[in-house]
């Protein structure tokens, strides 16, 4: 039964329509799969206690007949930023420990209806504000790779159980890069919608202007088939496209057979130079860019002069979003509560529970925000930021006009270590200077594997990034990479990770 | 709390120009509230609820809300800010205002900033004896009320000294439209009763338009009002700058601005006399003292941090939109005042009567039914006033204007006198029917059959000969007698003036 | 520092008002280059996909019961939340 977890969502979705396997049983195989690795890996803060009722009664729905959606049955993990009404939603932080919320995230709502069997809730950094997991505050998740390493972050959950065969799918939130950065050092793959192609609504927001949820997965299509489910308007979001979207999946399977590298413009980057990149991810990025030459695509060089302000950019636009949005934690109508003493008025409890409540990444990062968009500093920071995404929807608007999609190297290094950077604020911020211009602009960007890196064998991601509303042409692309890519390697780059657990053996 | 020392206002006057400015916040009554699908509290239906029952995530700050803009707020934002005579903004947006205090779900008010749906308009007002005033208007914005504290223990329910206090969201949401004046000059010793005009013609205004309850006392409509004081310049010499001001927060009646401002102007020209200054700062208005209290003073931690909402998207009307609230505004009530004074042909006085009563409406729509102007007016500030009164409701609850306009046909065609009319009134207030369904049941048209009538008067003149006589010999006014037993005989249903051109007739004829 | 945490509402330690301040004065000149190329003739851009107009109908609907709305509470009573005295007045 163990089998079933190394299995895609799509070879799953097939065993469970012919009737092969229930979802019950894949349910079973997944939580046992919990059960053995998330000790060492610590991917999820919560585990559903009634999974498996959710799954039979998938069961029993397909067994009378009903039908269902193409991947009804399939087992899905969800990051703890996203409120659910049967789980606690905590966002990675103390201060919302054992929140209920009373509504589904829509996400969580429409995977539901697609008769998606939710696993359990998945780690972050806290308020999804990091990019290694160390920030959340209850613990560090672990790479399957290398467990003394970060899975990337801040949705180094949902790539760790993805990349540990803990779920076959699994929900993430990307504001400056946390869904694509942890694929890159899981050897996963994570899509970043177009910015309002999948709602936002339920998603504890971090910076409402930057943050989109995506499908986080071990294979192109079967990011295309949860992309599916999620996606599409929401009137609860006002930010939500109306947009009528093409079948992800069909992009998946059409990109898959190759056609589409022929001819294929691809941008690279002159600003980006190798010399930031370890040696290692520039080879892979490289070799993978040589793999799609070898099948017609051209690679161009482009120029993107302002993306070297993003990073910049992002850090006043995310801690001024930010500071707003989690003023809401309070003590008054949800969460944490600590009264420092008898006589404390509601505002010394309000100080004191968000000094206790938040860590201190989040509050650097509120501080920063407060000042940013106070009075006298507005114009020269946040003003002067959003100016910036000006700038950079420019330069992606110019370079779009001459190529088809944009490549780059997913993030800088492979997974470092933890507790190497969490000192050092402004290193960690660094790491996110490929992933942060597609959220400054919009566009969507995915991440899959491109190999290991010579020098750690750790997994290395490349980037592909295309006008907005082009959401369809990633997974065209990226299909047609990772086919290229796993028949040079005989196989998907996960049978090379460490095999974990007490029935990893079963492979 | 020490009392503080007031100038007698018409010295105040002769120191001091007072110039004010006003922020009125208008509750708008959709049925959903201004961002989140909960039902509104400002709506009539839901009146009473019980807190936290009209509540969304949003209203709550719930982790994962959104806002979305109701749609028939904005389009009554805009007939507004037309109604108020302003531009509306091809553009524009909500902006997030930072601050925290626990009436706030989420720590912050969507608001509108730097790019208000409404700007750079005027209200024309009418002071008691009809002098006409021009206020300014700067901007009117979008946002979004605050929730309701309630504050427990401690000796006076305020928040002073409160043990605790308890938090009911309902409120949180409701759709508000903030009208803010500009400066408003050369108000004078009229400035007290030119703030009360100011807003009994913003509550007139929403009232026309229909998109507000507009009930003082409910906070419908809440005025804060600025006063600042600057010394008189020389003839000849330039205005001095303007003076620091004070905003007196939440003034809940038209009266209460009235004497809120005397009491500033007064309590401020004391101090600038005594060489003292004027703290800027909020009070607080006492109803039953009559009086201000300091409030919260500006400082710095008034940095609210706004920035562009952005969960929400720039609000742009579109002309033909814009233009099609605008032929749908109603005729600005000053305007219609006059038009319907001059139509009327009332006195001041006769129109004031029917204006502080309350009753324009009401008396229009019976003339429009076919009643003249002089007798709708005088049913509604006459007799059904009175019972109104009486019964402490409103005359406009107790009767239909078109049946109040039958009631006047029947006595114009004679039917009724104005005695039996009042009894037919009784009646259509009681429920009984249409008038003419009341006279029929109760019996109580005038006898108009000469017949009876004249057989009547023969048998009165018959047993009284000596008044006969009397009539014969050209003693007309003896009439009365016979007239008197007439009328005593037809049970009050008779034309009086009928029956005596008749008495005299008769007396002739036997 | 002292101000930011006030209004931030976060009440920051000694020990970590020093650190903030150290750490903060290194982000802030890392990120002020913003300005360098953030000329006036620049539009500034809130929402990375340009709509308007968006808007619900007028029609209720997502309410919470009172169950609900006070589920999470950290102190309630009569139907409401219970918070200490204020010191602060309404703005
Ligand atoms: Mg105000
Ligand atoms: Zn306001």
């Known amino acids: 039964m163990s089998d079933l977890t190394r299995l895609t969502a799509a070879d799953l979705a097939d065993k469970l329509s012919s009737g092969e396997v229930s979802s019950v049983e894949a349910t079973q195989a997944h939580l046992d799969r919990i059960a053995a690795v998330d000790g060492d890996i610590h991917a999820f803060l919560h585990v559903s206690d009634h999974a498996l009722e959710v799954a039979a009664d998938i069961d029993r729905r397909r067994a009378a007949g009903e039908r269902l959606g193409p991947i009804a049955g399939v087992p899905l993990a969800i990051k703890d930023v996203l409120v659910t009404t049967d789980m606690p939603s905590t966002s990675g932080s103390r201060i919302l420990e054992g929140y209920l919320s009373p509504f589904d995230a829509t996400v969580v709502a429409r995977s539901r209806a697609a008769g998606l069997v939710p696993l359990g809730k998945t780690n972050m950094d806290e308020f999804a504000m990091g990019s290694s997991t160390e920030h959340s505050a209850y613990g560090p998740t672990h790479n399957p790779w290398d467990l003394d390493r970060i899975p990337g972050g801040s949705g180094g959950g949902s790539a760790a159980a993805v990349a540990a065969f803990e779920a076959p799918l699994a929900l993430g939130s990307d504001t400056g890069g946390s869904i694509r950065q942890p694929a890159h050092v899981t050897g996963t793959v994570g899509l970043k919608p177009t910015y309002g192609a999948v709602s936002r609504y339920g998603a504890i927001a971090l910076a409402s202007s930057l943050d989109q949820v995506g499908p986080v997965t071990r294979t192109v299509l079967d990011a295309g088939l949860l992309h599916d489910v999620i996606g599409g308007h929401d009137p609860h979001d006002s930010t939500s496209l109306v947009d009528a979207w093409p079948s992800f999946a069909e992009a998946a399977r059409d990109g898959a057979r190759g056609d589409v590298l022929k001819g294929l413009k691809v941008g690279v980057i002159a600003e980006l130079p190798d010399s930031g990149f370890q040696s290692g991810v520039s080879a892979s990025f490289r070799s993978a860019l040589a793999a799609m030459e070898a099948q017609g695509a051209e690679i161009v060089e482009i120029s993107a002069p302002h993306f070297e302000y993003g990073v910049a950019a992002y850090y006043l636009i995310l801690p001024a979003e930010a500071s707003s949005n989690l003023a809401k934690f309070d003590s008054v109508r949800f969460g944490m509560r600590v009264t420092p003493h008898a006589s404390a008025t509601v505002e010394d409890v309000m100080a004191a529970t968000r000094d206790a409540g938040f860590g201190d990444e989040v509050k650097r990062r509120i501080i920063l925000g407060t000042y940013a968009l106070s009075a006298g500093y507005y114009d020269a920071y946040y003003g002067s930021a959003q100016k910036v995404r000006t700038l950079i929807q420019r330069d992606f608007d110019a370079a779009f006009a001459k190529v088809d999609v944009i490549a780059t190297p997913s993030a800088p290094t492979t997974a470092f270590r933890l507790g190497e950077k969490i000192d050092d604020p402004l290193q960690m911020y660094l790491n996110d200077v490929t992933t942060i211009p597609a959220n400054l602009a919009g566009v969507p960007g995915i991440s899959i594997p491109s190999g290991l890196a010579e020098e750690d064998g750790l997994p290395v991601g490349i980037q592909f990034l295309a006008p907005a509303r082009e959401d369809a042409r990633l997974y065209r692309v990226g299909a047609a990479l990772e086919a290229l890519l796993v028949d040079s390697w005989g196989g998907p780059l996960l049978d090379r990770a460490p095999v974990r657990g007490a029935n990893g053996g079963a492979r | 709390m020490a009392k503080a020392k007031l100038m007698d206002f018409d010295k105040a006057l002769e120191l001091f120009e007072p110039v004010l400015g006003f922020e009125v916040h208008v509750e708008l009554n959709t049925k959903t509230k201004m961002f989140s699908s909960a039902a509104n509290p400002a709506h009539s239906d839901n009146h009473g609820a019980a807190p936290n029952t009209l509540v969304a995530p949003v209203d709550l700050g719930l982790p994962g809300s959104l806002p979305v803009v109701n749609e028939t707020a904005v389009r009554s934002s805009i007939s507004l800010g037309l109604a108020l005579g302003c531009s509306i903004a091809p553009s524009s947006r909500f902006a997030r205002k930072n601050y925290f205090y626990p009436d706030l779900g989420k720590n912050y008010q969507i608001s509108q900033y730097d790019e208000p749906i409404a700007f750079e308009g005027s209200v024309e007002i009418e002071l008691f004896d009809g002098t006409l005033v021009t206020v300014p208007i700067e901007r009117a914005h979008m946002e979004e009320d605050a929730g309701k504290l309630t504050h427990v223990g401690g000796a006076t329910g305020r928040i002073q000294g409160a043990e605790y206090s308890l938090v009911d969201y309902n409120r949180a949401g409701v759709p508000l439209v903030e009208i803010v004046t500009k400066p408003i000059y050369d108000t004078e010793h009229r400035a007290p009763e030119i703030a009360k005009a100011y807003v009994a013609a913003i509550r007139d205004i929403v009232i026309a338009l229909g998109i507000s309850e507009a009930r003082l006392e409910r906070g419908n409509l809440r005025c804060d009002a600025n006063v600042s004081l600057r010394p008189r310049a020389a003839d000849g010499q330039p205005k001095a700058p303007l003076g620091t001001r004070t905003e007196t927060k939440n003034v809940n009646s038209m009266r209460s601005v009235e004497r809120a401002v005397r009491y500033e102007i007064q309590r401020q020209a004391a101090i600038l006399a005594d060489g003292g200054s004027i703290t800027q700062e909020t009070r607080h208005w006492h109803e039953d003292s009559g009086t201000t209290s300091p409030g919260r003073p500006k400082s710095d931690a008034d940095d609210y941090r706004y920035f562009p909402e952005p969960d929400l998207l720039p609000v742009a009307p579109s002309i033909e939109l814009i233009e099609e609230l605008r032929a749908a505004l109603p005729e600005p009530p000053a305007e219609r005042r006059r038009r319907l004074k001059a139509d009327w042909g009332f006195t001041d006085l006769e129109f004031q009567d029917v204006v502080n009563g309350g009753l324009l409406a009401e008396v229009e729509a019976t003339v429009a039914a076919g009643a003249a102007p002089a007798a709708a007016r005088k049913w509604w500030t006459g007799e059904l006033t009175r019972v109104a009164n009486s019964e402490g409701r409103e005359p406009a609850e107790l009767v239909e204007p078109t049946a109040v306009a039958e009631l006047q046909k029947l006595v114009d065609s004679g039917t009724l006198t104005d005695k039996l009319a009042r009894q037919v009134l009784e009646g259509m207030i009681a429920g009984e029917g249409t008038p003419q369904e009341i006279v029929d049941a109760r019996g109580l048209a005038v006898v108009s059959d000469d017949g009876a009538l004249i057989a009547a008067i023969d048998d009165a003149l018959v047993a009284q000969p000596d008044v006969l006589a009397k009539i014969r010999d050209g003693k007309v006014q003896a009439a009365g007698a016979v007239i008197g037993a007439v009328m005593k005989a037809m049970k009050g249903q008779a034309d009086a003036a009928r029956v005596r051109e008749l008495v005299l007739e008769r007396a002739a004829a036997l | ?91």
Do not use: W
Not at chain 3, 56 to 71: F, H, I
């Open chain 3, 1 to 91: 520092m002292r101000h930011l945490g006030v209004l931030a509402r976060i009440q920051l330690s000694e020990e970590e008002v020093e650190r903030l301040t150290g750490q903060l004065d290194a982000i802030v000149d890392n990120i002020a280059k913003v300005s360098e190329v953030a000329t006036p003739d620049i539009v500034a851009t809130s929402h990375p996909i340009p709509l308007q107009n968006v808007f619900r109908a007028d029609e209720v609907g997502d309410m919470l019961t009172l169950e609900q709305a006070l589920q999470n509470a950290p102190d309630a009573a009569d139907g409401r939340f219970r918070v200490t005295a204020i010191l602060g007045e309404e703005q």
